[in-house]
């Protein structure tokens, strides 16, 4: 039967007009009726990018120039001149500091149809190592120093260039990026932490492992000395004394106190030592620097000492005993 063209058009319009007649080309929808896409994750945010990075003297290149062969007609490493220049066959000695990459191919490619060396020249510069831009490591690191940048490093990868954390290394890095807005970036250092923490390191930036903190624990204790405080969990009178191998047997446990620095003194507080050792009394957290002193029996308490006193011997722990 043939279907007449009026008709036909009226079926056609009617077909488009029914419920999921355009699923095909239109994206898929959530249960309230919006579009659910990956671009809408992302609509509105402006994706962190690589800076622009430029070559300097010292810096390595790795170059190609392929012509319509196939194969590459030049193929090396080379390293940036102290005047700027690199020396290719052919072309001679090019200036290529204060470029990018992409310029520089650019560039290269322009002299070689220039010169009529090569036919339809296609050249790839990669920079291997930005000497001129390193990473300074500092703080609690095996080597402190200036490294090279490298393309796709993250923080942990440069304080494992620089010797890995030191025993006395906390749990935050410091990130100052030279580029504008030159902002500061704390990320953790721990394992357990999110990766996402791991962030990447562009050229210029100063990487600082900060100190975690110290508690001091001295007298009449099996092995007097100072001992790393984790910011996150802390650090306990029973933990510092167990830390320390516990008490000798002359020790006067409810004479021991803690030494506490303020902003304008040593302040001194008690601590039921022997009751918190019996489970008898809560535990007292401590902070950094805090010095807990446990006298001898022997001392008649410890107010035979002074605080001044206390603080050099720890101090004298802290240095020829650092944990």
Not at 228 to 245: D, F, H, M, Y
Not at 289 to 302: E, L, T
């Amino acid at each position: 039967m043939v279907i007449p063209i009026g008709q036909r058009l009226l079926m056609l319009l009617v077909l488009a007009y029914l419920p999921g007649a355009h699923s095909a080309s239109q994206s898929p929808q959530d249960p309230n009726g919006s579009q659910s896409t990956k671009a809408d994750a992302y609509a509105g945010e402006k994706l962190p990018s690589e800076p622009e990075l430029r070559i300097g003297e010292g810096d390595l290149l790795e170059i190609n120039v392929y012509s319509i062969y196939g194969a590459p007609d030049i193929s090396q490493k080379i390293r940036v001149g102290n005047t700027g220049d690199i020396s290719l066959p052919m072309l001679g000695r090019i200036p290529v500091a204060g470029l990018t990459a992409e310029e520089a191919q650019t560039y290269m490619e322009q002299k070689f149809k220039d010169g009529q060396y090569l036919k339809s020249p296609n050249v790839s510069v990669f920079v291997a190592e930005y000497a001129t831009q390193g990473i300074s490591v500092l703080g609690e690191v095996g080597k402190p120093g200036v490294y090279p940048f490298v393309r796709n490093r993250t923080v942990l990868d440069i304080v494992s260039v620089a010797g890995g954390l030191t025993p006395n290394a906390g749990d935050v890095a410091t990130i100052t990026r030279r580029r504008p807005p030159h902002e500061q970036v704390s990320v953790a250092l721990s394992a357990e932490d999110n990766p996402q923490q791991n962030v990447p390191i562009f050229p210029g930036d100063t990487v600082v492992v900060d100190r975690t903190g110290i508690v001091y624990v001295v007298g009449d204790v099996g092995r007097p000395g100072g001992f790393p405080v984790n910011k996150r969990t802390g650090l306990t009178v029973l933990q510092a004394i167990a830390l320390a191998e516990g008490t000798k047997p002359n020790a006067s446990l409810n004479e021991s106190i803690v030494i506490r620095k303020t902003q304008v003194d040593l302040s001194e507080i008690q601590i039921p030592l022997k009751k918190i050792l019996s489970g008898k009394s809560p535990d007292l957290p401590l902070r950094a620097d805090d010095i807990v002193f446990v006298p001898s029996s022997a001392a008649k308490g410890a107010a035979r000492r002074s605080l001044e006193a206390i603080v050099q011997t720890a101090t004298g722990v802290a240095i020829y005993r650092r944990y």
